[in-house]
């Protein structure tokens, strides 16, 4: 960054990633979903397998990095209902969180449950697959609040309409009570509700309607079952498909595993599993009318097959992550600007975490936090991991003399400020070391009259 107001990139340094948590039988393995932070500021989660009854845990991490877990599923009996839990957990406006088990219950379809600070357990839904009170079956998705105070969420099988080869799936309502109603039973490649296997959570866009996507189905590829779609509905049950995409055209993505984000822009922004240039994956937005742009398509250098969605950061940035590709074939964590300016910032190296199936959450420090799916001290069970944001300039202010210049951070990461008085020179001076107490930080420095410095902020 130049004084005299004219602005160039932030050189980054290297993102250093750091590992809080490696599994282990005992505590559960194998997460995937991503984090929530709670109000008491510790960060929740799930793993989908072992723990002490080896069907997946529900676990905390405090604030000051104490692990406990809260919850370890019991099948389909016994005090914690449900098993092998995938989606993201929700924080509820009651107070208390929500969320989903794979397996398990009375049928072993599955599991809605509801789970208090404290650990303390109640479940609302024992799924009943093709027929029955409680239509679905298999929801590895979250839930998400509707405006109408209810909970609304996907099942990747079961509903009226599962097909032989186990596609189907559902969108359902559910009160906080327990109180359920089937809102949509997917059809297929064909039909009144076109999608197949919805693997992900549904997005309360800002029109107050639903999006979300579905893996398979859609009117293109049937061979295989089809490359899937994005669908709107509302809160009453009323679906629109807004693509089905193409993976023919080497353009178009296949198969998002993800869901949806809206943007500050009001764009919805997602990523697919397949399909693109390299059949590798893409990274697309879409409007809710549905024209759908393709922003980027993986290569496997940087990240192959992203399974999790996208987080905004503060910066106004998307990051994600990838479940494989990258320098070492493990993975990866990405920024992507809302054009599509595209940077790797981390390739997993299996010590530190590999094959990350969920997306990031930004936590109120500033940090991002994920977890892995396998990787760690343990090898194969899984990780939670921290990384910084890249430190990119939010605002700058000159007055008397001096430059203000304020960027992304996160609470105790250090931070150097760095300056060149002619861009030909190839060294950097130091202009001084900043250690941020929140996520953002700012640091000034006094510019003689006639001169010209320009600046950047690394991670060292």
């Not at 997946?56 to 098993?83: E, M, Q, R, W």
């Amino acid at each position: 960054m130049l004084a005299a107001n004219l602005i160039v990139p932030c050189a980054y340094g290297d993102v250093p990633i750091s590992t809080l948590i490696s599994f282990s039988t005992s505590s559960g393995t194998q997460p995937a979903a991503g984090l929530v932070q709670g109000p008491d500021g510790a960060l929740y989660g799930t793993t989908e397998a072992y723990g002490p009854n080896n069907k997946g845990t529900v676990f905390k991490i405090a604030s000051d990095g104490i692990f406990t877990n809260l919850v370890s599923f019991t099948g389909t009996n016994g005090l914690y209902p449900g098993a092998n839990p995938a989606g993201t957990l929700l924080w509820g406006t009651d107070g208390n969180f929500y969320g989903t088990t794979s397996t398990g219950g009375t049928n072993n379809n599955g599991t809605v449950f509801q789970l208090n600070t404290n650990g303390v357990f109640t479940s609302l839904v024992s799924f009943t697959g093709t027929n029955g009170a409680y239509l679905g079956e298999y929801p590895v998705a979250g839930l998400v609040w509707g405006t109408n105070g209810n909970l609304y969420g996907t099942t990747q099988y079961g509903g009226t309409n599962d097909l032989v080869n186990g596609s189907g799936g559902t969108i359902f309502e559910l009160t906080t009570n327990g109180v359920f109603t089937s809102l949509v039973s997917f059809t297929g490649t064909n039909g009144a509700y076109l999608g197949a296997s919805p693997n992900a959570a549904l997005t309360l866009g800002t029109d107050g309607n639903f999006y979300g996507t579905t893996e398979m189905g859609g009117t293109n590829d049937f061979v295989n079952g089809g490359d899937g779609t994005v669908f709107r509905i509302t809160s009453t049950g009323a679906f629109t498909t807004l693509v089905s995409f193409n993976s023919g055209n080497n353009i178009d993505g296949a198969n998002p595993y993800a869901g949806l984000i809206q943007g500050l822009d009001g764009y919805f922004y997602g990523t697919t599993y397949a399909g693109g240039s390299q059949s590798l994956g893409t990274i697309f937005k879409i409007t809710s009318q549905g024209l759908l742009t393709t922003l980027l398509a993986f290569n496997s250098t940087n990240g192959a097959s992203p399974e999790g969605g996208l987080v905004q950061g503060l910066d106004g940035d998307f990051y994600g992550t990838t479940q494989s590709g990258g320098t070492t074939d493990y993975g990866t964590v990405f920024q992507m600007t809302p054009v599509g300016m595209f940077t790797s910032l981390v390739s997993f190296a299996q010590t530190n975490g590999a094959n990350p199936v969920a997306g990031l959450i930004q936590g109120s420090d500033g940090y991002f936090y994920g977890t892995t799916g396998s990787g760690g001290t343990n090898f194969l069970y899984g990780t939670v991991f921290r990384f910084p944001p890249p430190p990119n300039i939010l605002s700058w202010k000159w007055a008397g003399g001096a430059l203000s210049v304020t960027w992304s951070a996160a609470a105790g990461q250090t931070y150097q400020v760095l300056f060149k008085t002619n861009l030909d020179q190839t060294a950097w001076t130091s202009l001084a070391t900043n250690t941020a107490t929140s996520s953002t930080a700012t640091n000034s420095d006094t510019i003689g009259t006639g001169q010209q410095r320009f600046y950047r902020v690394s991670l060292p």
